[in-house]
Nanobody, 122 residues
């Protein structure tokens, strides 16, 4: 059974930071690219960033490039999203997901977590 569990969200002031974590189980984690997405109220889910199977390559959406950083620890089946210099427009539910492929771009994302809420106040 594939399971992805996000954590680390919360309420933070603009300019602050959060570190999101995603714990994966029930899948060949170390052989797949992993992605982070977010969905704000009333909007479609959007791509945030992704990381290849060995962490050697990363892609980010232009809106977060330079502020967010994806990392992973395959020994722990964990992927992380460091959010710095947060803005109110970053407020959303953040999801981690498993890609079909090993390298980035990861292609189709097959499995999704339930998300963790990030709220940025002005």
């Amino acid at each position: 059974q594939v399971q992805l569990v996000e954590s680390g969200g919360g309420l933070v002031q603009a300019g602050g930071s959060l570190r999101l974590s995603c714990a994966a189980s029930g899948l060949p984690f170390s052989s797949r690219a992993m992605g982070w997405f977010r969905q704000a109220p009333g909007k479609e889910r959007e791509f945030v960033g992704e990381i290849g199977w060995n962490g050697g390559r990363r892609n980010y959406a232009d809106s977060v490039k330079g502020r967010f950083t994806i990392s992973r620890d395959n020994a722990k089946n964990m992927v992380y999203l460091q959010l710095n210099s947060l803005k109110p427009e970053d407020t959303a539910v953040y999801y981690c997901a498993v890609a079909a492929g090993a390298i980035v771009p990861g292609g189709e994302y097959r499995y999704w977590g339930q998300g963790t809420q990030v709220t940025v106040s002005s």
